[in-house]
């Protein structure tokens, strides 16, 4: 049974850098699927941040490319979100997702992240 | 990047009935649609991939349909369970795109 358990800081600084990893268990990171992020803002609905595919290649929202940043580590079985330069915006619930191909995702718990001095 | 546009945002009905959900992607897809279903407080879950196809496990009064820019998903008997947003997602072209989201209430 694939799990995905999101973990990193709860509270960032603005202007500071937002990391995040994603633990895999249940399952193998090296096979042939798509590793993504997407954040929720509190009452709001759901941003696609970005991914990976198990081919190395990355995607990004064209709103975010320019801060993000998406690593894939197969030792450690979990992959990663770095987002530079944060503003209160980006306070949000950010998810951890698998994708199978031709599929869609299947979601981890999901962390709060709180963007504030 | 494709927009997709759900309507109604919020959606009241009553138990047993049949709820239709509309999205629209600003281009075709090619039918690589995916419904989620996320009830208060919790992950999104997925429900319906490639426009109809169940995700294993869910309930058979999901269904989904469409074509090209146009998709539908249906509830065939509300029950109070179903309370929740719903989100479609585009995954034909990067970058990855959702649906704003419709509230169903009862």
């Known amino acids: 049974q694939l799990q995905l358990q999101e973990s990193g800081p709860g509270l960032v600084k603005p202007s500071e850098t937002l990391s995040l990893t994603c633990t895999v268990s249940g399952g193998s990171i090296s096979t042939h699927y798509h590793w993504g992020w997407i954040r929720q803002p509190p009452g709001k609905g759901l941003e696609w941040i970005g991914g990976i595919h198990y081919s190395g290649n990355t995607y990004f929202s064209s709103s975010l490319k320019s801060r993000v940043t998406i690593s894939v580590d197969t030792s450690r079985s979990h992959f990663s979100l770095r987002l530079t330069s944060v503003t209160a915006a980006d306070t949000a619930v950010y998810y951890c997702a698998r994708r199978r191909n031709g599929s869609g995702y299947d979601w981890g718990q999901g962390t709060l992240v709180t963007v504030s001095s | 990047d494709i927009q997709m546009t759900q309507s109604p945002s919020t959606l009241s009905a009553s138990v047993g009935d049949r709820v239709t959900v509309t999205c629209r992607a600003s281009q075709s897809i090619n039918n690589w649609l995916a419904w989620y279903q996320q009830k208060p407080g919790k992950a999104p879950k997925l429900l319906i991939y490639e426009t109809s196809t169940l995700e294993s496990g869910v309930p058979s009064k999901f269904s989904g349909s469409g074509s090209g820019t146009e998709f539908t998903l249906t509830i065939s008997s509300l029950q109070p369970d179903d309370l929740a947003t719903y989100y479609c997602?585009?995954?034909?072209?990067?970058?990855?795109?959702f649906g704003g989201g419709t509230k169903v209430e009862i």
């Open positions: 997602q585009q995954y034909n072209t990067y970058p990855l795109t």
